[in-house]
């Protein structure tokens, strides 16, 4: 009888490996939404602060606390194969 080792790992046939790639990748690009989007509130609420801060003998800062900070990704060609992901932020 011949000690053959058995592979402890589990087998998975393509479209499985596939899928769980698949899942990886949308793993990581929400969790960089998430980031992103947290990010994107840090940087109103400071700019709420400055306003505040600012003397009312001058203008504010920013006027418009949610201008130049939103970028949106629709030129990307992987855009329409992640687009679910980015709904639920209206990003």
Same mark, same amino acid.
């Given at each position: 009888?011949?000690?053959i080792p058995? $592979?402890?790992?589990?087998?998975?046939d393509d479209? @499985?490996?596939?899928?769980? $790639? @698949?899942?990886?990748?949308? *793993?990581?690009?929400t969790a960089l939404i998430k980031y992103c989007?947290?990010?994107?509130?840090q940087v109103v609420n400071l700019?709420?602060?400055?306003?505040?801060?600012?003397?009312?003998n001058q203008p504010k800062p920013y006027? *418009?606390?949610?201008s130049n900070i939103y970028q949106v990704f629709y030129g990307y060609e992987a855009y329409s194969k992640?687009?679910?992901?980015f709904k639920p932020y209206d990003l």
């Open positions: 009888m011949h000690n058995i $592979d402890k790992e589990p087998m998975y479209w @499985t490996l596939e899928l769980i $790639d @698949t899942q990886q990748v949308e *793993e990581l690009i989007v947290r990010l994107e509130k700019r709420c602060r400055v306003n505040r801060l600012t003397p009312n006027p *418009e606390l949610h992640f687009e679910h992901l």
